[in-house]
C-alpha cells in the first residue's frame, strides 16, 4: 500500500504539470486555492493521518491484551491476521506518505503565485475523508471484535475450513486395513530422520510424493504437524531404494519451529477453542456461558472430523500406492478437548451436561476400537459428574 501511495503521488503529480492551469480551474471537484493554503492543508492532513496510525494501534494493542488476558495468548494470532486492522493501518500511512510526496511539489505563495498540483491535492483531501470513514468503523469493528461469541466463533469458521480443507489430488483415499507386508512388500527399509528439535509446523506432502513417484518407493509418513519432535526422531519410513539425496531432500520437507501454527496443525485450532472454555471456566472469569457456547461449537466440529479421521494413501497415475499420510485421531482430540474440560468443570452441572450431549453426537460417528473406547471412558467421567451435580441442585 505504501509503495501504491508513493506511485499514485508520482502518476498525478505528473498528470498535474500537463493538464493547462486553465482547464483546472473549470474542474468544479479540483481543489482551487493557493499554494499556502495547499501546503497547510497538506500539513494538517499528514500530520492527522500519523495521529489516526498511532489510535489505531493503541485500540489493537489494547484488544491484544484483554484478548490474552481473557482469552489466552494463543487467540492472539487471530486478532495479529486481522485484515481490517492492517488495511486501515495501511491507509493512514499511505495517505500520509502520499501526502508528504505531494506537499513538497508545491511551489510559490498566495503573494507571488506559484504551482498547486489541484488535482493532487483532491485526492488527497478525498484520502482523508475515506481514512475517517474507516476509523469510525474500525472503532466499532475493535469493540465487537474482543466479544467472547464473536472470538469462539471466527476460532470455530477456521477450524471448520481446517477440516474441510478440499483435496485437489483425486487420487487420496482412505487407507484400507490391511497388513503392512501387503503394501510395503520385501523391499528395503529406511528411516527418515531429522536432526533438530521443535513443532512440527508443515510437511510438504507433494514434494514428498514426486520423490516417492520419481524413486519407485513408498513413503509412510508416522508423526503429523502439531508434534513436538527431538534430533535424531524417526518422521516417516521408506520401503525401496532410496538415496541419501532424496533422504536429505525428504527431511526438509519436515517444517520445524518453536511454536505450532494452523497451517496444517487441526488440533491447533480445537486446542485454542479449548483455552477459551477452560479459561471461561475460571473463578477469576466466571463466564460460563461462553463455555456453553464453545462447547456447541466443538459439538459442530467433531462429527465432521471424525468423518474423515481414516490415514490417506496416495497413488501415482498407474495405481501404484506411494505415500500413507496419517491423520489426527478423533480419541486424540476428544481427550485433549472434552477430557480437559470436564476437569474444570465438574461443578457445573449445564456445562458437564453440554458435554454429555457432545458425547451424544459424535458417538454414531465412531467405529469400533481406540476412538470408541475413548468415547466410553470420557463419558464415565463426564455423566457421573453432571449427574451428581443434578443431585445437589436438584
Not at 171 to 196: C, F, L, Q, T, Y
Not at 300 to 312: D, H, Q
Not at 373 to 385: F, G, N, Q, Y
Request: glycine share 6%.
Amino acid at each position: 500500500m505504501l509503495l501504491a501511495a508513493t506511485a499514485l503521488a508520482l502518476v498525478l503529480l505528473h498528470v498535474d504539470t500537463l493538464v493547462d492551469p486553465g482547464m483546472k480551474a473549470s474542474l468544479v471537484w479540483a481543489y482551487s486555492g493557493g499554494p499556502d493554503g495547499a501546503r497547510s492543508l497538506l500539513s494538517t492532513i499528514a500530520g492527522s493521518m500519523i495521529t489516526a496510525a498511532s489510535v489505531t494501534f493503541s485500540l489493537a494493542s489494547v484488544a491484544l491484551s484483554i484478548a490474552s488476558q481473557q482469552y489466552g495468548s494463543r487467540v492472539l494470532r487471530n486478532f495479529m491476521r486481522d485484515r481490517i486492522t492492517q488495511v486501515l493501518l495501511g491507509i493512514f500511512v499511505s495517505t500520509f506518505v502520499y501526502s508528504v510526496l505531494v506537499v513538497r511539489a508545491i511551489r510559490g505563495s498566495d503573494i507571488s503565485g506559484g504551482f498547486v498540483p489541484a488535482i493532487s491535492v483532491t485526492v488527497s483531501i478525498a484520502l482523508s475523508l475515506t481514512s475517517l470513514v474507516l476509523l469510525i468503523f474500525f472503532i466499532h469493528h475493535i469493540s465487537a471484535s474482543i466479544q467472547a461469541s464473536r472470538i469462539v466463533r471466527v476460532i470455530a469458521n477456521e477450524m471448520a475450513d481446517a477440516i474441510a480443507k478440499p483435496d485437489k489430488r483425486k487420487d487420496r483415499k482412505p487407507r484400507e486395513e490391511r497388513s503392512h507386508r501387503d503394501w510395503m512388500g520385501d523391499r528395503n527399509a529406511s528411516a527418515v530422520a531429522i536432526a533438530e528439535d521443535g513443532y512440527l509446523q508443515t510437511i510438504d506432502l507433494d514434494a514428498l510424493f514426486d520423490m516417492a513417484t520419481r524413486s519407485d518407493t513408498v513413503i509412510e509418513i508416522v508423526v503429523k504437524p502439531g508434534d513436538h519432535l527431538v534430533s535424531g526422531q524417526e518422521v516417516a519410513r521408506v520401503r525401496g531404494d532410496f538415496s541419501q539425496d532424496h533422504l536429505k531432500r525428504a527431511v526438509e520437507s519436515f517444517l520445524l519451529g518453536g511454536e505450532r501454527t494452523p497451517t496444517q496443525d487441526i488440533r491447533y485450532h480445537f486446542q485454542q477453542l479449548t483455552d477459551v472454555i477452560i479459561r471461561a471456566l475460571s473463578p477469576g472469569i466466571n463466564d460460563p456461558y461462553t463455555a456453553i457456547n464453545g462447547i456447541d461449537e466443538l459439538t459442530s466440529s467433531l462429527p465432521r472430523l471424525a468423518e474423515c479421521a481414516a490415514p490417506e494413501e496416495w497413488h501415482d497415475n498407474q495405481g501404484t500406492l506411494r505415500m500413507i499420510v496419517p491423520k489426527v485421531r478423533i480419541s486424540e482430540i476428544l481427550d485433549e478437548t472434552v477430557g480437559h474440560i470436564a476437569i474444570y468443570a465438574t461443578r457445573d452441572r449445564f456445562v458437564m451436561n453440554r458435554l454429555d450431549i457432545l458425547l451424544d453426537v459424535v458417538e454414531p460417528r465412531l467405529q469400533k476400537g481406540e476412538d470408541l473406547e475413548t468415547l466410553l471412558r470420557l463419558r464415565k467421567e463426564v455423566k457421573p459428574a453432571r449427574q451428581a451435580r443434578s443431585i445437589v441442585h436438584g
